[in-house]
């Protein structure tokens, strides 16, 4: 054996081999790498957009956060008016209510001192009569003499 014929037959083998490689072998590596590489490239960029998504989302929980607090804020508020103002009514209806007593109270006192002075003035009249018959040592008639009577009372 020759070590030219060998060496030949080695390379042209070893040609035959990269041939082969490059025909039926790289292509699929090739395109798998590719693929990975896309595949990764899309992975980076979602992660991108995922981390762009997350910081405005943040953002915007925060604005709502911010906007609520806001709103809770305002909703106290308009509680604590009410509350004032619902004091504010009851304070007054309960003004109008002490009044309206009073004045029934004055009214009935008012009604109270005139029938008492009616009931007084009877009685005077009844001792002025019972004074005079006791003076003149005579029953005096109370219904002969009701004008008399009647102007005496006007009088007291």
């Not at 080695?10 to 035959?16: A, E, G, N, W, Y």
């Not at 979602?46 to 809770?72: F, N, Y």
């Not at 009931?119 to 005096?140: H, M």
């Amino acid at each position: 054996m020759n070590i030219n014929a060998t060496l030949l037959g080695q390379t042209i083998m070893f040609v035959l081999f990269v041939w082969f490689c490059m025909r039926f072998i790289w292509p699929p590596i090739v395109g798998a790498l590719d693929a990975r590489k896309k595949q990764i490239a899309d992975g980076l960029a979602a992660a991108e957009r995922g981390k762009h998504d997350l910081e405005l989302a943040a953002k915007r929980s925060a604005e709502v956060l911010r906007e609520a607090k806001e709103k809770a804020a305002e909703i106290i508020a308009q509680g604590e008016k009410l509350k004032i103002e619902t004091l504010d009514q009851a304070k007054a209806s309960a003004r109008e209510e002490a009044e309206r007593i009073m004045m029934a109270a004055r009214t009935e006192a008012a009604q109270e001192m005139s029938r008492a002075r009616e009931t007084l003035r009877d009685q005077v009249a009844d001792l002025a009569v019972a004074g005079a018959s006791k003076i003149l040592r005579r029953e005096v008639d109370a219904k002969t003499h009701a004008d008399l009577l009647d102007a005496l009372k006007q009088q007291l």
